[in-house]
């Protein structure tokens, strides 16, 4: 895999995750930017371990092969972090963490995917069918 394809997608997951945190702290009216290291770490974190437990470096696009575990092992593992350094994990945050960070995390390589796609498609005609 191309190593900037994957350090561009490390750097979407990281910059998904932060988001997530930000808009978690904004939305409950919290200082975004001084609170925000606080909560994003146990994501971060998560979110590294994830990369290296799904491989993800061989296809960081793939939103089944490594979206998904990584999706997964960021919300439980951050989840667990988040428990272990004292900050909450009330059910509603849990759900809403899950939901969203699926959405991200997901969401930005399935578009990807289709983007793909939808790019492969003409060429493939052109190429089959030349004028």
């Given at each position: 895999?191309?190593?900037?394809?994957?350090?561009?997608?490390?750097?979407v997951?990281?910059?998904?995750?932060?988001?997530?945190?930000?808009?978690?702290?904004?939305?409950?009216?919290?200082?975004?930017?001084?609170?925000?290291?606080?909560?994003?770490?146990?994501f971060?974190?998560?979110?590294?371990?994830?990369?290296?437990?799904?491989?993800?470096?061989?296809?960081?696009?793939?939103?089944?092969?490594?979206?998904?575990?990584?999706?997964?092992?960021?919300v439980?593992l951050?989840?667990?972090?988040?428990?272990?350094?004292?900050?909450?994990?009330?059910?509603?945050?849990?759900?809403?963490?899950?939901?969203?960070?699926?959405?991200?995390?997901?969401g930005?390589?399935?578009?990807?995917?289709?983007?793909?796609?939808?790019?492969?498609?003409?060429?493939?005609?052109?190429?089959?069918?030349?004028?």
């Amino acid at each position: 895999m191309n190593p900037r394809t994957i350090a561009v997608a490390a750097l979407v997951d990281g910059v998904a995750v932060i988001a997530f945190a930000a808009t978690g702290r904004a939305s409950h009216g919290e200082a975004v930017l001084a609170g925000l290291a606080i909560t994003a770490w146990p994501f971060l974190v998560a979110l590294a371990v994830g990369w290296l437990v799904a491989l993800a470096w061989r296809r960081p696009l793939a939103p089944i092969r490594t979206g998904i575990p990584i999706w997964v092992i960021t919300v439980a593992l951050g989840m667990l972090l988040r428990a272990a350094s004292g900050q909450g994990t009330a059910l509603a945050f849990v759900i809403v963490a899950a939901l969203t960070l699926g959405l991200l995390l997901i969401g930005w390589r399935a578009l990807a995917t289709l983007a793909t796609l939808v790019t492969l498609v003409p060429r493939r005609a052109r190429t089959r069918h030349p004028e």
